[in-house]
């Protein structure tokens, strides 16, 4: 009896043998009796600390490298655009430095003066077209970007900022009409400073004895609102009320780099007086 019972349980054992497993698997590994050994607690708080340091120091390691790159495109940036406003303002700035130099420290008439700053500032356009040829079509063609490009441009700008004075520029019909009147160097001056300010306004040019009387003023016998012995007015006179202190400082400080004469001074009304001495 005892023989065929234990052989029974075996074979009833080896039957659900399979089921007892799949269910052992089911249940998971403390079912099956097999123990997975856990990590103490403060291990698994060193490796979560660890792992946040280290997502830390990479994100940090990734800003620090992306500073010096944005620097540089900032740098480069600065360095394009400096450049560029460089070039543009190069053949202005040879045009009407020159020609105040020569005029004023070294003696030269006025329109020989003139004259060779003209012809300094024709190389500083021949070579810059002459570049643009050079990359474009790999001849440089001098001869011909000076006879067809650079020339004209010059001979225009001067002819344009001699003659031309908008109306919106001149304070009455008869400041725009004595404009030619003023001497060639500081016509060409407040020409290339409207180009970049449109509301440069000009209120006084030529002046006698009589308009200083007219306005309430002592006659100043040594004004350069007068007629020259060069057939010139050397000065002129722009308006400074309404349009800031930083703008008005500009204005100043770029007739003074230019080699002009500035005054702010209140007559009958605040304003800019610029002037070029004789020589």
Known sequence: MVAVFIRTTIRVDRRFLPVMCGCASFLGPSAAGVHRQQKPSYLRLRSYSSTAMET???SSTRTVAARPRARRLVGALFFFIAKAVAIVVLPFLVLLRSSVYLYQDRGIPTWLALAAAAALTLGVVTAYGAWISKRLTGKARVALITK???LPLVLFYCGYSLLYLARVNAKTEG???YYTSV???LRIAVSTLILVDDEILITDLGRTPADYVAMGL?????SLHYRQDDGYVHAMDLRTIGRGSVRNWFTQLYFRLLGFRTLRHVGTAD???VSLPPP
């Not at 002592?218 to 040594?222: G, N």
């Open 56 to 58: 830390a120091t990479l």
């Open 148 to 150: 067809w490009v650079a």
């Open 175 to 177: 400041v725009r009409e």
């Open 183 to 185: 001497h060639p160097l």
């Open 218 to 222: 002592r006659v100043y016998e040594a």
């Open 271 to 273: 304003h800019l007086h």
